[in-house]
């Protein structure tokens, strides 16, 4: 009880501090990188009044009041989107995805995706979409609302709670077939899929995750789960609320009928054809490559980052050259968790290394991400009137990617977290 009580303490004094920040700010860096043009404008300053952008370009006035961040040196860029998270999954190397989903309680999930929801801000990603807690219910809404209320520090969160999976698709399995095992994720089919959706926005789904295929039993390949018919249903429902689909799929058949039942992004797409990413272009559905799962599991298995790389992580290349080529929107998300929290900007310098111009990563990160997630309006990119988050890295991320990782200021809706 005593621990208790400190704690709350503590989340009161650092919320009374944030209150405490000044009206306005004015960054100076060496350049600014706006999000949107892939070219950084050098000697651009940042004005931000109250939770937003005021001001951007060469010839900024500093207000009496604002305060002045001197961030010579460093590029100051809209704060990072990850595209695909799992806040409540660590690193496989230290528990299994089966013991993670089986044998921890779900206090102890959510403690540690606390700590992950404070790596990934002071990373500079302010903002996620965290693509289903994998097992831990819809405890993502509430990890969502301790943030928004300021009781921890945290990126923005869009939430796709449980995610949906046809019955007997996913996992953990190899259990003896009586016995009810705690899933994944939820089950749902025909019908019952447009009424578990509409419950999942009801509690509080800002996305709906689907899973379009996956290993019926293991050591399978994937296959598909649901019919292209099942998929219409469920993204009607979710589009006629205003929600985005996204559609877990590596198999082209998945792909296919994820595109054509209208799903907004594809998630890993590992056996994409040319011809499935042509279908994916003509229907503006974005692909999210997931390069960083595929490295991070290949590591885990014993790769040692040497070429030839494993078939797994070069059919994540494959796929995302296939992609590149058919002019698909990308999507910036690594499926961290897989790896680790903090560590978001392994699927950017992934990107880059598999041959993307670092300064198109940069904008797909930032406010191609923001576009694809349908939240353009309010952030993704330094546009007065959009919401402030800003980040500021120590050299030009434009001509060497690494830079991304060099973090040395974080503000997100005009709050600081972290300042040279
Ligand atoms: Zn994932």
Redesign the pocket.
Known sequence: MLRLTAVICLALLSASALAADPAAWLLKPARVFDGVDPKPHEGWTVLVRGDKIEAVGPSVQTPADATVVDLAGKTVLPGLIEG???LF?HPYNETSWDDQVLHEPLALRTARATVAAKATLLAGFTTVRD??T?GAGYADVGLKQAIEQGIIPGPRMLVATRALVATGAYGPKGFEANVAIPQGAEEADGANLVTAVRHQMGAGADVV?LYADYHWRPGEPSRPTFSEAEMRAAVEAAHSAGRTVAA?ANTAEGMRRAILAGVDTI??GGEGTAEVFKLMKEHGVCYCP?LA?SDAVAHYKGWNGTEPAPSMVAEARKAFGLARAAGVNMCV?G?V??FAHGENAREIELMVAAGMPAAQALVAATSGNARAFHVGDRFGSLTPGLLADVIAVEGDPTRDIHAVRAVQFVMKGGKVYAKP
């Open positions: 695909h998270s799992h999954l693509l289903g994998e995750k877990h998630e890993h997931t799962a998300g499926d968790g897989v």
